[in-house]
Nanobody
Framework: VQLVESGGGTVQAGGSLRLSCVVS????????MAWFRQAPGKEREGVAN???????MHADSVKGRFTISKDNAKNTLYLQMNSLKSEDTAMYYC?????????????????????WGQGTQVTVSS
């Protein structure tokens, strides 16, 4: 399984970015995919997840500003980020596990994820 993120960059507070994660190699239709982020000196934080059964969840810290989605035809996971704040500055990672649907907030815990991308940096300037 390979996950390759792109779309990070530097944006002013209040701006928008869209992250992409191209995925390949899954052998199981039941797959949970998620976005995580890690700021310097902080623990990795789950941002949002979704699965092929239609379950979607966003962390409270990004609810109403970020939207996770996927395009099955393009094998791509997205994270649309609007109204960005300086505290959103972090390295953003795409992650996945196979064999099970997402399970709400439990699927925002990084220990459950087997596959990870290399990360893409998002910097929000105030």
């Amino acid at each position: 399984v390979q996950l390759v993120e792109s779309g990070g960059g530097t944006v002013q507070a209040g701006g928008s970015l869209r992250l992409s994660c191209v995925v390949s190699g899954f052998t199981n239709r039941r797959t949970c995919m998620a976005w995580f982020r890690q700021a310097p000196g902080k623990e990795r934080e789950g941002v949002a997840n979704l699965d092929n059964s239609g379950n979607i969840m966003h962390a409270d810290s990004v609810k109403g500003r970020f939207t996770i989605s996927k395009d099955n035809a393009k094998n791509t996971l997205y994270l649309q980020m609007n109204s960005l704040k300086s505290e959103d500055t972090a390295m953003y990672y795409c992650a996945a596990y196979e064999g099970f649907d997402c399970n709400g907030a439990i699927s925002l815990i990084d220990d459950y994820f087997s596959y990870w991308g290399q990360g893409t940096q998002v910097t929000v300037s105030s």
